[in-house]
């Protein structure tokens, strides 16, 4: 495996920020909703480590608290897209037909619609909370996985294998199952890794906006909220969650690229 | 002997589709009016080129496609249960078994859609059915790319075999091996009908391996059946030009 | 004096910084108008053998250690640019698969046009002319129409006829052809053999001819030489192979052709 550069460097970004984010309890001792009004705006120190924001609250507990808040959002919004995607998509692909037919149409409709701007509409209107991002980015993104499936489905479906399988009486659920899911996964699975990055992308978007995660629950978009008007005095503000985020996509990138290699 | 099946002026025609509705718009038809039937404990052969339609038949017949018109007719005393009672050899030995599944759970799941053996005694059904093909028990968890393609078609005649078929149709079975397994596959292949009493539907283009062990034999040709008769006859006798031909060019 | 003449060849893959042999000391002569069969079951090596002669090879191959005299020179000492003239000039391949080595986006008359001028040195009119003769000598009908159709409206058969007008093109003196029927019905396989004999005799070349299926050797071959595992195991004239076979591998190869090659 570590032949594979790109997994290699993908895990290991990935297991740094899991690591963060399950250990910040043990990683700080500041508790990251908690305001000091006599350090506000200080700089990197020994006691702080990455310095303290507008409400004296300390930088680092809040990356790494934010990291939980971003990376489940992240993986969550990707597992709903994925479910729903597999699902439509290799019902889609196995029965053929009008069905098929159908969803295709949904699915080019969908994507008429520029994503981002539509998340951006439907948060608007409704009540900001994690449940209701994991959902907005779910339910928008399923059609790459729905698309992904239903070809590699459709290729699979003509292969000696599956002829087999149905010749020896097996249902049409175990089919889709047992023999075409594990062998139509891979493509889905790199993009589901792909697409964990995007979706932490789209929270950092929403929640800088202010219409994703709410403060003095930290998530690195929110804290990025405050570097508009901080950007002059305080650097450490805008650099360390940008970085943070910059980073952790970059590792699912990577990841991504080492499972495409993996899978080949 | 009894008739087992038999296929009643089967046609195939393929459609061309088009459009948010699937419209027809046109057809390529595969199989034109087929006449075949089968007997109880024969051998039969049909002899086809590439493009002939012999594997829509094999796929008409198990009821894998359907057929445009026509009928499958099974003897309703032979054949109880069409996915168990009649099974396939494909030709790709490479892709007629799941890559991502071991040889044990490959094997074990006939018996397990039929609920041929209860449960405890799978694991010794699956050892007894690869010692049948001449594979021995340390296949069980490995997977199809770890073998040759003649003993990936061992696995796949395991496979069916484990279904406790009466039929056997068996579409270019040994084509894609090598020269000396393909002989050790036919002898094989003849030894267990002998053993285990079966019926075959033997599907070739070579007309060598088909004298060995068909008895009776359909020669097919661009979707229709040109000449049928006994082993004997066709070899002796060929009537239609077309299977006058196909002798001509493996003798010559 | 032979025409082709190959000593001691070795050929390994690297495969993860380790060397596995491939072929090994393999000798193989062929004179000037003679069919040899080189056959074998696949994974024999036969097809790397043949490569090597001009140094085809995949990518993670590597003579080793050998010689390919042809014509008096050592083809494996010359470089890329010089190999380049021999291959399609003076040795030409077909192969098994002649859709897949047809270039799917030229129609079959520019592609036969190109080698004609690459080795020919004509202009377009007279290339256009001679690929039309080609073509009519591979009893191909409508040869014009053919001009300008694509390899993948074709069917197997006709394509091969194609490849082997396209190898001819140059008048080569050895023509190595790698199971060039064996993806073909046995009808067409019989016409595409009778061409191939056609071709030889009109034309006068070598034939080094590889395949794994005996009862196709016997009706072509002058001499045979059998491969077994990388290297060459038995080398004699046609009949006696069938009659006096002498390495166990021959004989099983001939088992199995009395069983299964033979009506």
């Not at chain 1, 503000?237 to 980073?247: N, Q, S």
């Not at chain 2, 009894?2 to 025609?13: A, D, T």
């Not at chain 2, 056997?168 to 397994?181: A, G, H, K, R, Y």
């Amino acid at each position: 495996m570590i032949g594979n550069k790109s997994l290699f460097l993908g895990a290991a970004i990935i297991i740094f920020f899991t690591f963060m984010a399950l250990a910040a309890p043990f990683l700080t001792e500041y508790e990251p909703a908690l305001i000091d009004g006599s350090n506000l705006l200080m700089p990197p120190s020994a006691r702080h480590l990455l310095g303290t924001d507008s409400l004296g609250r300390d930088l680092a507990s809040r990356i790494f608290y934010g990291a939980r808040i971003s990376l489940s959002i992240g993986i969550l919004a990707v597992g709903v897209a994925t479910v729903l995607g597999v699902f439509f998509g290799s019902l889609a692909a196995f029965y053929g037909g009008i069905l098929d037919s159908l969803l295709m149409r949904l699915v080019d409709i969908m994507l008429c619609f520029p994503t981002f701007y539509l998340i951006l509409g439907i948060a608007a209107i409704t009540q900001p909370s994690v449940f209701n991002i994991v959902l907005i980015i779910g339910l928008t993104s399923w059609m790459q996985p729905a698309r992904l499936i239903r070809s590699e489905i459709l290729s699979l479906k003509e292969r000696e294998f599956i002829q087999a399988a149905k010749a020896i009486g097996a249902s049409n659920m175990r089919i889709i199952l047992r023999h075409l899911l594990p062998n139509a996964l891979g493509p889905v699975l790199v993009n589901a890794t792909l697409g964990i990055g995007g979706a932490i992308m789209v929270e950092s978007g929403l929640s800088f906006l202010g219409l994703g995660v709410q403060p003095p629950i930290p998530s690195w978009g929110n804290i990025l909220m405050e570097s508009k008007s901080t950007l002059g005095v305080a650097w450490w503000i805008t650099v360390f969650p940008g970085l943070a985020i910059l980073i952790t996509i970059l590792g699912f990138n990577f990841l991504a690229e080492g499972l495409k290699k993996k899978i080949g | 002997m009894e008739k087992i099946l038999e296929l009643r002026n089967i046609s195939k025609v393929f459609s061309i589709e088009r459009g948010l509705f699937k419209k027809e718009i046109g057809g390529l038809k595969a199989l034109d009016n087929i006449n075949l039937s089968l007997n109880e404990g024969a051998v039969c052969g049909l002899v086809g080129e590439s493009g002939s339609g012999k594997t829509t038949l094999a796929k008409i017949l198990l009821k894998l496609i359907p057929a445009t018109s026509g009928e499958v007719w099974f003897n309703p005393n032979k054949i109880t249960r069409l996915r168990k009672d009649v099974q396939i050899i494909f030709q790709n030995p490479y892709a007629s078994l799941n890559p991502k599944m071991r040889i044990f759970e490959i094997i074990s799941e006939p018996l397990v859609i039929h609920q041929i053996v209860p449960r405890h005694q799978i694991k010794d059904r699956v050892i007894q059915l690869l010692n049948r093909v001449g594979l021995d028990a340390m296949a069980f968890s490995r997977y199809p790319r770890q073998f040759s393609g003649g003993q990936r078609q061992r696995i796949c005649i395991a496979r069916a075999l484990a279904a406790e078929p009466k039929v056997l149709v068996l579409d270019e079975p040994i084509s894609s091996l090598d020269l000396t397994v393909q002989a050790e596959m036919l002898d094989f292949f003849i030894l267990l009908k002998e053993k285990l009493e079966l019926t075959y539907l033997f599907i070739s283009h070579n007309l060598a391996v088909i004298k060995r062990i068909a008895d009776y034999i359909y020669v097919i040709k661009e979707g229709k059946i040109v000449e049928e008769g006994t082993s004997w006859l066709i070899f002796d006798q060929p009537k239609h030009i077309y299977t006058q031909q196909l002798l001509a060019s493996a003798k010559n | 004096m032979a025409l082709l003449q190959i000593k001691n060849l070795n050929v390994s893959f690297l495969i993860n910084g380790e060397s596995l042999p491939v072929i090994s000391g393999v000798n193989l002569n062929i004179g000037e108008n003679e069919t040899l069969v080189l056959a074998g079951e696949s994974g024999s090596g036969k097809t790397i053998t043949s490569l090597s002669i001009t140094k085809l090879l995949p990518k993670n191959s590597v003579v080793t250690s050998g010689e390919v005299h042809f014509l008096g020179t050592d083809l494996l000492q010359l470089k890329e640019s010089e190999l380049c003239r021999v291959r399609g000039a003076e040795i030409a391949y077909v192969f098994q698969e002649p859709t897949s080595f047809l270039n799917p986006i030229f129609t079959i008359g520019n592609q036969l046009m190109e080698v004609i001028i690459l080795h020919q040195g004509v202009d377009r009119d007279a290339a256009y002319s001679i690929a039309v003769e080609l073509l009519r000598q591979t009893k191909l009908s409508s040869p014009e129409r053919l001009m300008h159709s694509y390899p993948h409206q074709l069917s197997g058969g006709m394509n091969q006829r194609v490849f082997l007008a396209m190898s001819l093109a140059c008048r080569p003196r050895l023509l190595i052809a790698d199971e060039p029927t064996t993806a073909l019905d046995v009808t067409v396989e019989a016409e595409i053999l009778r061409l191939l004999k056609e071709f030889k005799d009109k034309l006068g070349f070598a034939l080094l001819f590889i395949t794994h299926n005996l009862s196709l050797a016997r009706k072509i071959a002058d001499r045979i030489c059998i491969m077994y595992q990388g290297r060459i195991v038995e080398e004699a004239g046609v009949n006696d192979i069938f009659t006096a076979p002498r390495h166990p591998h021959t004989q099983k190869l001939l088992w199995a052709y009395e069983k299964i090659g033979r009506l």
